[in-house]
């Protein structure tokens, strides 16, 4: 899928990504080879700079927003938002809630969250949230509160097996 040629500043972000993944981008108008440069950057940590100048640069929205939540998790905390911002406007809708989500998955781990609070809410946690939290967590009170009101069958079954 071909598209016109790439504005300058995401020509220069692609080639120094491959410069740093040591490998040739076949067509910088083909948003399909400009991701598979993407992923394989997502990969390098050394790369992180320019794939996010690329990033800031793609006129591929949904393209863009691919990308930064597929980076999102492996990225340190203080970064993240530079990353959602580098997104245009209309995009990052689902990157922020991801950042959001992401924060209170390590709150909850860190115990920056109190367990406790959780009852309260989980109504504002996306299934993708809550299923993760149901089958990753290790705190009773947080699957106690998943299986009794988990959005989903699958959500309350997934806790309530994991409580054991």
């Known amino acids: ?5 790439p504005p300058a500043e995401l020509r220069a972000a692609l080639r120094q990504l491959e410069e740093h993944l040591g490998r040739s981008l076949s067509d910088a108008s083909d948003g399909h080879a400009r991701w598979e440069l993407y992923r394989a950057a997502l990969g390098a940590e050394a790369a ?17 927003s691919g ?6 998790e492996g990225l340190p905390r203080t970064e993240r938002d530079a990353w959602v911002q580098a997104l245009a406007p209309e995009v990052r809708g689902f990157s922020e809630r991801r ?12 115990g920056a969250l109190a367990a406790e609070g959780v009852p ?4 504002a946690w996306s299934d993708w949230l809550q299923l993760r939290l149901a089958t990753e967590s ?12 988990g959005r989903t069958k699958r959500i309350r079954r997934t806790a309530g097996e994991s409580l054991g």
Do not use: T
């Open 99 to 110: 950042v959001r989500e992401l924060g209170v998955l390590e709150d909850l781990r860190s």
């Open 48 to 64: 992180r700079p320019a794939l996010l100048a690329a990033v800031a640069a793609e006129p591929d929205g949904a393209l863009a």
């Open 138 to 149: 290790d705190d009773a009170a947080v699957l106690r509160a998943l299986a009794a009101s």
């Open 120 to 123: 309260e809410l989980i109504d």
């Open 67 to 72: 990308v930064v939540g597929e980076a999102l």
């Open 1 to 5: 899928m071909a598209n016109a040629d």
